[in-house]
């Protein structure tokens, strides 16, 4: 009787996944493992440095207002020219506020937490100077450039590629021939013997979490190269790419301390005007340009309104909302969430983490299937 023979289209594509998969399973494991601790990276930060990142706040004290808050940036760092200040005020109680100072010199962001009420800090560090100063900083860079700066992001972006084509040929060496051979695709046996289990751990739960890797990578993508940002935008828009910009507005040249009354002022109307908000983001206010603040009512990236102040007077000169956006915008922001899980809380992100397990040990499970077929080969 003959045997059922692979088709050479399929045999064709089981040599570029595998092919495909020894020259970026290094890259994929280990973008997949700090993805793993990006998901809850927040949660991490609050863990390794919870007596800087919250503390005693009296019930009845004033907040700081956003000019203590720079001023005291610029006291700690003396001797730094700092080309921008960006300030993150969380109305967690407790929490300190963030502040990402960047110096164009050194081409360097100090990032700096600060205590809500008396503006002092609380601790400072240098984005991803190591693990032991700033583990996120470090943990992103080693995600997204395997900390080998604009190489190291070719090198990731060039394998996201490949993950993705690995991702559809994968699904073509899954596919069932006849609907009995569908059962064992679908279920995981780890009573058989090693090999059965290692061919089930590849392509059972790379079946189960493939489009949730597909969306991962797609998300990924989309901050590798332009060109899939642009792409998403034409696809969700119907064949247009926008870029709405907040209306352009001519202030007058202020002296500095004036520019800093006036951000305290609009952050002030702010409380008092906007419902609760999660947080509010500014930056240092500049002499000659208009003063803007973005508030977010929840953690993540959507929806934001930004609010623009005159920095002479104080007055609001207008407002921006994410509602305003295209669809292809509103999803370009929503990318981060998205990406890391963040979009319907604590679900989803246990959905990107156990995906990214998942895909972590896929060049595992692959490899541990074609070294002995291929040190069989050759010893033969």
Known sequence: MVGLQVPPMKKLIG????WLGLASGVVVFVVSVTGCLYVFLDDLESVLHRRERFVQVRPEAKLARP???????RRTFPARAFENVYYTDYAEEGRVHSVWAYDGEEEAYEAVWVHPETAEVTRTYTYAAGFSEDFAGTLIELHTSLMLG???REIVGVSTLVFVVMMFSGLVLWWPRTWRALKPRLTLKLSGGQKRVNYDLHNVLGFYVGWVLLIIALTGLVWAYEWVSHAVQWTVNGGVVTHTEPAELKVSEVSSDRALTAVDAAYGELLETL??????VLSEPKTAEPIAITAYPTPRNMPWTRHTFDPESGTRLAVLSSTQLSRGEQLRDL???IHVGTLWGWPTKILA???SFISASLPITGFLIWFPRWRKRRRA
């Open 15 to 18: 040599k570029l996944h595998l």
């Open 67 to 73: 000019s203590e808050v720079f001023a005291s940036i």
């Open 150 to 152: 604009d190489v190291g």
């Open 275 to 280: 419902p609760p908000q999660h947080h509010f």
């Open 335 to 337: 990318n981060w969430d």
């Open 353 to 355: 983490f156990a995906a």
